[in-house]
């Protein structure tokens, strides 16, 4: 089935983009848990005879791989392997005697680390990211600001790496699976690419299509914890309703209540743990969307928010940067104004 609609909604600013601001889309709207609109849009790439876009697509999620990460992170905080508040020196001991002593995996998660935003990936040929990351300079102090970073996503990567004795991507695919995410994966396999929107042309690997977008994620083999991560519009919708349902007492988990909450202050963008929160209209949630509402977006052109006020969620995938590098902030707010007004 290519398209869900329990109610009417209005998606005319999405047709009316196809072709300029993204060659291809999926919108799933959820109200209380169950898909109430879902459509695509659109072709795989601007070529005539291109492949339709479907709901089931797997886009390049890009940071949206951040939030299932997080997720991750925080099933082994539930494990008891992991501590929000203990200094992660035990899993990175060339911390010890430095600045970085004091990092907790609640400052990774809350992107005040202190940890730099991201690294110019021209520098990094001829580094080991992982070390490179790790050793790179603090901008604040531990605990001190927010600073959207890659890198400590990165490190946080790192970190599930080292305790899972095994690698990355079985710690993420396991978790998302266990809340029933289970179409997402890192690194595509072979003969997946004509079924993935083609993002950016790049001047270092002409068209990309079934590799990742993010030239860091890229250096690291296509496994990192701050993209990497190809997926449906349907796993993001489980990933955000296994934290909507616990604000709006559908489920039960401290833990993932405790995520959706402030923790690091910011006027631009405040942060919980792996998510994003609504600080004002000018987020790209729009101005329908109460002050509890939560999500992320992505380079590529994905976004995901929550409203726990209407118990609804909204996930946008597309692959606008094959439109080059231009701001989506003015389409996904008008999507969210639509649905959080039309649903809920």
């Known amino acids: 089935m290519n398209a869900i609609r329990v109610r009417t909604f209005d998606d005319a600013m999405l047709c009316d983009a196809i072709g300029t601001r993204f060659t291809a889309a999926v919108l799933r ?44 992170a925080l099933d082994a905080v539930v494990a008891g392997v992991l501590a929000l508040d203990e200094p992660l020196v035990r899993w990175f001991p060339m911390w010890r005697g430095t600045t970085h002593e004091a990092i907790t995996l609640r400052m990774l998660l809350a992107h005040t680390a202190g940890m ?157 743990l792996g998510w994003a929160l609504k600080t004002s209209d000018e987020n790209s949630c729009g101005s329908v969307a109460s002050t509890r509402t939560f999500g992320h977006t992505g380079f590529t052109g994905t976004c995901v928010w929550a409203d726990p006020a209407r118990d609804t969620s909204v996930v946008l995938l597309t692959n606008a940067v094959y439109y080059g590098r231009r701001d989506l902030r003015d389409l996904r707010a008008a999507v969210c104004d639509a649905a959080f007004s039309a649903f809920g």
């Not at 898909?35 to 790439?45: C, H, K, N, P, T």
């Not at 005879?49 to 990460?69: G, M, Q």
């Not at 202050?265 to 405040?270: E, F, S």
């Open 29 to 72: 709207i959820e109200h209380r848990g169950e898909a109430v609109f879902e459509r695509a849009y659109g072709r795989l790439d601007d070529a005539p005879n291109s492949a339709p876009t479907i709901v089931t697509t797997r886009f390049d999620l890009a940071s949206l791989t951040k939030i299932a990460v997080a997720h991750a």
């Open 116 to 272: 730099q935003s991201g690294a110019d990936y021209r520098t990094l040929f001829c580094e080991n990211v992982e070390s490179f990351v790790l050793s790179r300079e603090l901008v604040a102090r531990p605990g001190e600001r927010v600073v959207y970073s890659d890198l400590g996503f990165i490190t946080l990567g790192a970190l599930l790496d080292r305790y899972s004795q095994t690698s990355l991507r079985p710690v993420v695919t396991r978790a998302l699976w266990n809340i029933g995410a289970m179409h997402s994966d890192f690194r595509p396999r072979n003969d997946d690419p004509q079924t993935i929107p083609a993002t950016e042309l790049d001047t270092w690997r002409g068209r990309v299509r079934g590799a990742v977008h993010d030239e860091k994620a890229y250096l690291l083999h296509g496994i990192a914890g701050h993209a990497g991560l190809f997926g449906t519009a349907y796993d993001i919708a489980r990933l955000t309703d296994a934290y909507l349902g616990v604000a709006t007492d559908r489920a039960m988990s401290s833990l993932r209540a405790e995520a959706i909450e402030e923790h690091g202050a910011d006027p631009i963008l405040r942060r919980g």
